[in-house]
């Protein structure tokens, strides 16, 4: 077995602090890294960092492209949906009882080592 190093980029959100245990608490219920959070606003958490410390991502599911060593992943000559994306993100902050703060959303890059 070895070890991969895959890169994400995404629409989203840092998860700090004390919401991370929030996603903790969430992430016990399923099977992936990744879900998806809500069905209605299409969002999903990436796991990023390492697999023994990981860090959370809150992002819309459609912007989320992952790149696995070696081979490199085309993402197309169109940007879509940012402003849907941004008002997903926030509806679900406003509405939902989960206890995320909403943040500024915007393109992210990271890494995946586990």
Request: hydrophobic share 35%; charged share 25%.
């Amino acid at each position: 077995m070895g070890i991969s190093t895959d890169a994400i980029l995404c629409y989203g959100f840092q998860i700090y602090d004390e919401e991370k245990e929030i996603i903790e608490e969430k992430l016990e219920n399923f099977d992936s890294d990744n879900y998806l959070l809500h069905d209605k606003y299409n969002l999903i958490v990436i796991t990023h960092c390492h697999s023994e410390y990981p860090e959370y991502i809150l992002a819309a599911s459609d912007s989320a492209h992952e790149a696995y060593r070696g081979h490199p992943e085309e993402l197309g000559q169109e940007i879509k949906s940012i402003e849907q994306w941004r008002n997903d993100l926030l509806q679900f902050c406003s509405l939902s009882q989960i206890g995320i703060n909403f943040r500024e959303p915007q393109w992210l890059l990271c890494s995946y080592w586990g």
